[in-house]
Nanobody
């Protein structure tokens, strides 16, 4: 059993910053990659950023490049998403996900079998 718990969401003004955290626990020895997805209200869930265990590959979706940065602390089994220069269109529920797939970071929902409950990020204008 693997559990993921996100934290750090909240209400922030446009142009501000947030740092989301995702702590993974349980049977984590096989976990290889962690990622962040987001789902705006009424829209589909989309990939935001991902990182693999040896830090040899990171990916960001084009809409967040230069503003979002993913990192992780393997010692503490925690992944982070630093979000800068927030825009109102970044408002969404942000989900942490993990998988056991080796190699490059995957960007599709189906490639992740472990999910957190999500944390709300709301950006006001």
């Amino acid at each position: 059993q693997v559990q993921l718990v996100e934290s750090g969401g909240g209400l922030v003004q446009a142009g501000g910053s947030l740092r989301l955290s995702c702590t993974i626990s349980g049977h984590t020895s096989g976990i290889y990659a962690m990622a962040w997805f987001r789902q705006p209200l009424g829209k589909e869930r989309e990939f935001v950023a991902g990182i693999n265990r040896p830090n040899t590959d990171t990916k960001n979706t084009d809409s967040v490049k230069g503003r979002f940065s993913i990192s992780k602390d393997n010692t503490n089994n925690t992944a982070f998403l630093q979000i800068d220069m927030l825009k109102t269109e970044d408002t969404a529920v942000y989900y942490c996900a993990a998988n056991q797939l080796r190699g490059a970071v995957r960007m599709t929902i189906a490639d992740y079998e472990h999910w957190g409950q999500g944390t709300q990020v709301t950006v006001s204008s």
